[in-house]
C-alpha cells in the first residue's frame, strides 16, 4: 500500500494559487509494477520555446527506460504522462492537480520559468507528492513560494542556477565590453521580473556594488505593446546596456520601438527572451550580437548518467532528428528525467512518498548539465548547477550562441569573443 492519505486541491485551483483548498481524499493502490511521473511544462504559449525539445527528449526517454528501471531487485516499468501548462501559472496548478488526483501519479516532474515550476510545486507539497523541477532560477523558485531556509519543502526540489550567477555573468559580459556602465532594467510583473529586479535581492544592489548604475523605470505588464517610456528613459539616462527578463514576444516588441524610436544600445542583455534560436531567428538581423546567459550547450564537458551520451552528441542528435539547432532545454529535460531515474532506483519503498522524498533529498550524482546534490544548498530543496554567458553570433550557417565568458565556469571552454553591437 502507498501513502493512503493525500491532501488534494479540488476547488478554488484558478482562483488562486496561494491558497488552494484542502480536501482529504483516499485512494488503495493495488501492487503495480509500473512508476508514473507527471510531467507539466509548456508546450503551447509564449513560453513554448523551453518546450521545443519535448518531443525528442521524451522519445529517448521512453526507449531508455522500456526495459524498466530496478529497485530492490524488482523491476518497475515507468510511465511518464506529459501535460501542457500553456504557459500559464493558473493551468499549470490544473494539470499538476489531474496528474496527481486522476493519473495518480507516483512523481512530479516539471520545468521552464517559475510559471510553471511554481504551481506545480505548490500542488505537488500540499498533496504530499515527490516532485523534481528545473529551468527556473532558483530565487523566483524558493522565496516565490514563501520558503523558509531554516525549514525548507518536504517533497518538492529543484536544480538550476541562481540570481546570483546571473549577476556575475552579466557583469563580466559588460566588463568585457568596455562600455559606459550605465544599464537600463526591463523587468515584468511576474515571477521572473519582481524577483530579478527586487531592491533587496535582485539586480539593483548587486550592479550597484559592481560599479554599474541602473535604470529601473518600474514593472511592465507581461505582453505590454507600449515599451516607448522605458526606451525614453533609457535614452535620457545615456544606458549603452540594457538587461533584464522578459519573455520572446515582449522583447521582440521593445527591440523593434527601440530601433524605431533611435535607442541603440552597445550591450543588449536579456534573460529568458533570447535563449532559443527560434526567438533570435524571429528578430530577423537585429537578432545578432545579442547576449544571454548559457546554462547548457553541446561545448558543456558532461554526460548523461543513463548512457553516457555527452551534451555534444545529445544536441548534435537533435539537430539530426528535427533539422533545428540544438537548444538550452535539451539538457536540462534530459537531466530532469537523469534525476527521476535515480531517485526510482535508489528509493528505499517505491510504495511509500516520503521514502521517495528522501531519496530526492539524498540526491548526489553527475548529469548532463553537471552534478545535482541537494546536500550543498544554497538553501534546502536547491541544488546549483554551473553557469556561462554569450552571444549569438553568425557561424556562416545561420545564427550560433557562443560561449564568451567562462569565468565562474572554467570547465565549460569559451568559443569566441564579444562583439559590440551597431
Known amino acids: 500500500m502507498k501513502n493512503t492519505t493525500r491532501r488534494s486541491v479540488l476547488t478554488g485551483i484558478a482562483a488562486g494559487l496561494a491558497t488552494p483548498a484542502i480536501l482529504r481524499t483516499t485512494r488503495a493502490y493495488a501492487q503495480s509494477p509500473t512508476i508514473k511521473v507527471g510531467f507539466v511544462t509548456p508546450t503551447t504559449g ?44 493558473n493551468r499549470a496548478a490544473e494539470v499538476a492537480a489531474e496528474l496527481i488526483l486522476d493519473d495518480e501519479v507516483d512523481i512530479m516532474a516539471a520545468a ?18 515527490p516532485c523534481i523541477t528545473t529551468d527556473a532560477p532558483w530565487q523566483p523558485y524558493f522565496f516565490g513560494r514563501g520558503g523558509n531556509p531554516a525549514e525548507g519543502f518536504a517533497y518538492t526540489y ?11 555573468n552579466f557583469t563580466g559580459l559588460w566588463n568585457d ?63 549603452e546596456i540594457i538587461t533584464g527578463v522578459m519573455i520572446p514576444p515582449d522583447f521582440g516588441t521593445f527591440w523593434a520601438q527601440a530601433a524605431q524610436q533611435g535607442f541603440n544600445p552597445k550591450v543588449a542583455t536579456i534573460g529568458k527572451a533570447l535563449l532559443f534560436p527560434s526567438a533570435i531567428e524571429a528578430l530577423g538581423p537585429r537578432g545578432l ?25 545529445l544536441a548534435g542528435g537533435f539537430t539530426a532528428a528535427t533539422g533545428r ?35 530526492i533529498k539524498a540526491t548526489n550524482m553527475s548529469t548532463i548539465v553537471g552534478d545535482v546534490n541537494w546536500a550543498t544548498g544554497p538553501v534546502p530543496n536547491v541544488s546549483k548547477t554551473p553557469l556561462v554567458s554569450g552571444q549569438w553570433q553568425d557561424n556562416g550557417n545561420g545564427v550560433e550562441l557562443v560561449i564568451t565568458n567562462n569565468a565562474h565556469a572554467p570547465q565549460i571552454p569559451v568559443g569566441g569573443e564579444l562583439q559590440l553591437l551597431g
Open 112 to 129: 521552464a520559468t517559475p510559471d510553471t515550476t511554481n504551481p506545480v510545486a505548490d500542488q505537488a507539497e500540499i498533496n504530499e507528492i
Open 289 to 313: 550580437g545579442l547576449t544571454s546567459e548559457i546554462w547548457w550547450s553541446p561545448s558543456h564537458p558532461f554526460s548523461s548518467s543513463l548512457n553516457g551520451t555527452t551534451a555534444a552528441d
Open 46 to 89: 509564449p513560453l513554448a520555446g523551453f518546450a521545443e525539445a519535448d518531443d525528442y527528449i521524451l522519445e529517448g526517454l521512453r526507449a531508455q527506460f522500456e526495459g524498466g528501471i530496478t529497485n530492490n531487485g524488482k523491476s518497475y516499468n515507468v510511465e511518464i504522462i506529459k501535460k501542457d501548462s500553456q504557459s500559464n501559472p
Open 325 to 359: 539547432p540544438w537548444t538550452q532545454p535539451i539538457g536540462f529535460k534530459h537531466a530532469l528525467f537523469e534525476v527521476v531515474a535515480d531517485v526510482i532506483g535508489r528509493a528505499d519503498d517505491l510504495d511509500d512518498a516520503d521514502a521517495i522524498a528522501a531519496a
Open 158 to 168: 529543484h536544480f538550476f542556477w541562481g540570481l546570483e550567477d546571473i549577476i556575475a
Open 177 to 239: 565590453s568596455g562600455v559606459a556602465k550605465k544599464v537600463g532594467g526591463l523587468f515584468p510583473n511576474d515571477a521572473d521580473g519582481n524577483a530579478w529586479g527586487d531592491a533587496q535581492l535582485g539586480l539593483p544592489p548587486a550592479l550597484a556594488a559592481a560599479g554599474f548604475e541602473l535604470v529601473d523605470p518600474g514593472r511592465y505588464q507581461p505582453l505590454t505593446d507600449d515599451f516607448s517610456n522605458y526606451i525614453s528613459a533609457f535614452k535620457d539616462a545615456g544606458c
